[in-house]
C-alpha cells in the first residue's frame, strides 16, 4: 500500500467508491431531518443511518471482491465514516436524543461525544497529514485495525438506539460506556500503530 514518491492519489470511479458516496450524499438529508425534530423525521433519520451504516459493509466487500481496493479509496471510506458520524451525533444531542441516558451518565452525553468526536477528528488528522507527506515521499498509509472496525460499528448502534429510542436509559448509557472503551482503545491501538504519520 506504498503511495510512489511525489506522486498524487488517484480516486477512481468505480462501484466501491460510488457506494460510499452515497454514505455522504446521505448525511445530508439524514442531518436535514434531524433538524426538523418530527417524529416522523427522526423515525426516517434512524431508516437512512441503518442504511448508511450498511454501506460501509458493502464498499469493503465489493472493493475486495471487485478487485478495487486502494490507498485513495480506504481513505475516501474513513472520510465518509466521519462525515455520516459526527454531524448526526451533535445534531442528535442538540435535539435532546440523548436524555434518557443522563441518570447513568455525568453531564450527559458529553464525555461520550467529546470523546468520539476527539477520536473521528484525531483519524481526519492523520489522514490529511498522509495526504500531506505522500506527496514527496513513499509512506504507507496504516490500515484499520480489527477494533477500530468494531468502533465504528459501535458508535453507528449507539447513534440508531439513541435516535429511534430504542430500548431504556440504561441500554443507551450501557453502549454509550462500551463504546467509549472501545473508542479509547480504538484510538490506542491506532496511535501504536501508525503514530509515524504525525512523526516521520
Known amino acids: 500500500m506504498n503511495s510512489p ?31 426538523q425534530e418530527g417524529t416522523v423525521e427522526i423515525l426516517w433519520t434512524g431508516i437512512l443511518l441503518i442504511i448508511a451504516w ?3 459493509g458493502l464498499d469493503g466487500f465489493l472493493a475486495r471482491r471487485l478487485g478495487q481496493s486502494s490507498v485513495a479509496g ?3 471510506d474513513l472520510i465518509a465514516d466521519r462525515i455520516l ?17 443522563a441518570i447513568l451518565m455525568p453531564f450527559n452525553p458529553y464525555p461520550y461525544a467529546v470523546i468520539v468526536i476527539a477520536g473521528d477528528l484525531t483519524i481526519l488528522a492523520g489522514i490529511f497529514a498522509f495526504i500531506w507527506k505522500q506527496r514527496t515521499r513513499a509512506i504507507e498509509f496504516p490500515a484499520p485495525t480489527q477494533i477500530a472496525k468494531i468502533t465504528y460499528s459501535l458508535q453507528m448502534l449507539t447513534l440508531v438506539v439513541s435516535v429511534l429510542g430504542i430500548g431504556s436509559g440504561i441500554l443507551l448509557a450501557a453502549l454509550m460506556y462500551l463504546t467509549i472503551i472501545f473508542t479509547l482503545l480504538s484510538f490506542y ?12
Open 5 to 35: 514518491t511525489g506522486q498524487a492519489l488517484s480516486l477512481r470511479f468505480n462501484a466501491t467508491n460510488v457506494v460510499t458516496t452515497a454514505r455522504i450524499v446521505m448525511a445530508i438529508p439524514i442531518a436535514w431531518l434531524l433538524c
Open 74 to 76: 480506504a481513505l475516501f
Open 85 to 101: 458520524i459526527v454531524p448526526a451525533l451533535i445534531l442528535s444531542i442538540a435535539g435532546g436524543l440523548w436524555s434518557r441516558a
Open 54 to 56: 450498511g454501506t460501509d
Open 189 to 200: 491501538s491506532y496511535l501504536r500503530k501508525g503514530s509515524y504519520i504525525f512523526t516521520s
